[in-house]
């Protein structure tokens, strides 16, 4: 369960239409479906009943929505507080990003910022995180979104997401019924990966070779799409983060845990100097709020599912 999730159910909730909920979020009404498809197999519930007029809560639904906005008063309690104590600020913000950034919520961290602070101009540049990692000690970007965190005294990171590697194979690959699946056996196998620069190829290929082999890389792409594409295809397997394989997942995928785990580190990564610039301060600062209202969302979610369960296991019983 996400933080956009929840927005997302609270929005067809208020209107009672997956349309116009999505025109209020800014986001496709497939994506809307898919969303919270997800969230209602993760919790094992059916939130909505959907018919051709008309969507209503189920009995689970309503009760879930109670919780979400508690959650979601809890954590714009957070961020009203924080937000209190910065300043405002005119300017220009030039950020790097890795072209995954679009499926995690740090699309939500960028949006809120520029909604909270629009004199600051934000100018985005994407690519893999060595390029990025670059340009930062260039100069040439204030801060960068990596997947990269190397030993480097020149560089300060704040951590921001943890995810986790998982293979990637279509149907009929002889990998595709295992629930998991250990690194030493991908040995010899096709692989479709992101680019060599990339803080993903880095983390598999450090961990193939502690594993006493080198991946075979038949193909590559910046994009994950393309990716899961050439996958569904057999033209070879791949290995992504779970949040991306699991929103790109079609019906002639199958996602496999991999042992042992990689976690796969979102960073924010600045200069570690002691000129930052103004905006770049401030977004800091908001970055770290931004941290915070994530925590408690957590902590809340934790509770929430904690409640879920419990009361699942109770109805067993009965």
Not at 22 to 36: D, T
Request: net charge neutral; proline share 3%; glycine share 4%.
């Amino acid at each position: 369960m996400e933080m956009h999730q929840l927005e997302y159910v609270l929005a067809v909730s208020k209107y009672r239409n997956f349309t116009r909920a999505a025109e209020e979020i800014k986001i496709s009404q497939s994506s809307l479906s898919h969303q919270i498809s997800l969230l209602e197999e993760e919790l094992g519930i059916c939130l909505f009943l959907k018919s051709n007029r008309s969507v209503r809560l189920t009995p689970s639904g309503e009760k879930f929505i109670i919780n979400a906005k508690r959650i979601m008063t809890d954590i714009n309690k957070v961020k009203r507080t924080d937000m209190e104590h910065l300043p405002v600020v005119d300017g220009e913000l030039r950020l790097g990003t890795m072209a995954v950034i679009g499926y995690y919520s740090l699309r939500n961290l960028l949006s809120s910022f520029h909604e909270s602070f629009k004199g600051i101009n934000i100018d985005i540049v994407e690519d893999q995180c060595e390029k990025l990692l670059f340009m930062l000690s260039t100069r040439k970007i204030d801060a960068a979104f990596v997947q990269i965190n190397k030993p480097d005294p020149n560089l300060k990171y704040y951590k921001l997401l943890t995810d986790k590697m998982v293979v990637v194979t279509n149907k009929k690959h002889r990998l595709a019924n295992r629930e998991s699946v250990d690194i030493s056996e991908l040995q010899g196998e096709k692989f479709i990966l992101t680019p060599s620069s990339s803080g993903h190829f880095y983390d598999f290929n450090y961990a193939c070779q502690a594993a006493g082999f080198s991946p075979i890389v038949v193909m590559t792409s910046y994009v994950a799409k393309n990716i899961v594409s050439f996958v569904s295809e057999g033209l070879g397997i791949s290995v992504l983060s779970n949040k991306v394989a699991e929103t790109e997942k079609d019906d002639n995928i199958s996602i496999i845990e991999l042992n042992p785990t990689i976690q796969r580190r979102i960073s924010l990564a600045v200069r570690n100097t002691s000129d930052t610039p103004p905006t770049l301060k401030l977004f800091l600062d908001f970055v770290q709020q931004w941290n915070a209202a994530q925590d408690a969302f957590e902590q809340a979610k934790d509770k929430f599912l904690s409640s879920v369960l419990n009361s699942s296991i109770d109805r067993l019983a009965l």
